[in-house]
């Protein structure tokens, strides 16, 4: 089992429609990223976090550190929003750098 | 185009050649990052330098050899690769430990085809 599972897999979503994307983790963490690779395979930083909430535009991180979970969303999603989100977690006392990767979650919004 | 600059972007060698991998970033950051990412496999952290010195090299074979020569550039230099070491690598800049209002930035990465 992997110490970083996302879900869904993969999501289909029309436009305007508001969207989750969950993320579990099993390891005591420094901080957790949301990252966002588009089919270019550039990767944007949209969030790092170790407690509560955070939003930018129409994007929203929270995280529960109890409960090891943490979640993405978007609202009034849009199909430049068509991506694959990514969960990183930094181990507690784990090396800088050395993040544990989630296998991402492909994101495709259909006008 | 996130500050971190990667060339090329494309690369298709055979496995006796030699080659180079660059980054490059201007954005006033003194860690850097080579990760690499297989086909439906999660990313991987292969190198990590500080301040111009390596302080992380995950078990990557010696065909794969970095440098740093200063806090904005950073190469990898490739020889005799295999097939399944085709793969996108990316590189990574943060300030050294990463700030919570930064984090990591990534360039566009290279990717790599080894024939």
């Known amino acids: 089992k992997n110490e970083v599972e996302q879900s869904p897999q993969n999501l289909t979503a029309q436009e305007g429609e508001f969207i989750t994307i969950n993320c579990s983790y099993s390891?005591?963490?420094?901080?957790l990223h949301w990252l966002q690779q588009h089919p270019g395979g550039g990767i944007v930083s949209l969030f790092m976090?170790?407690?509560g909430k955070k939003k930018h535009g129409r994007l929203i991180a929270t995280i529960n550190i109890q409960e090891k979970h943490s979640s993405l969303h978007i609202t009034a999603s849009h199909p430049r929003d068509s991506a694959v989100y990514i969960c990183?977690?930094?181990?507690?006392?784990?090396?800088?750098?050395?993040?544990?990767f989630g296998k991402g979650t492909k994101l495709s919004v259909k006008p | 185009e996130t500050g971190v600059t990667q060339t090329p972007r494309h690369l298709v060698m055979g496995m006796t050649n030699k080659k180079s991998l660059k980054c490059e970033q201007h954005?006033?950051?003194?860690?850097m990052y080579w990760y690499k990412q297989s086909a439906k496999k999660p990313l991987e952290l292969m190198f990590v330098?500080?301040?111009?010195?390596?302080?992380e090299n995950n078990s990557v074979p010696s065909r794969f050899s970095p440098e740093c020569p200063n806090s904005s550039h950073l190469f990898l230099h490739l020889h005799t690769l295999q097939p399944e070491d085709s793969a996108l690598y990316l590189c990574?800049?943060?300030?050294?430990?990463?700030?919570?209002?930064?984090?990591?930035?990534f360039g566009s990465g290279t990717r790599l085809t080894v024939v």
């Open positions: 390891v005591g963490i420094s901080a």
């Open positions: 954005l006033g950051h003194n860690a």
């Open positions: 976090l170790s407690s």
């Open positions: 330098y500080n301040f111009k010195e390596q302080t």
């Open positions: 990574a800049s943060s300030q050294a430990p990463p700030q919570f209002l930064y984090g990591y930035t």
């Open positions: 990183a977690v930094g181990r507690y006392g784990g090396s800088q750098g050395n993040l544990i």
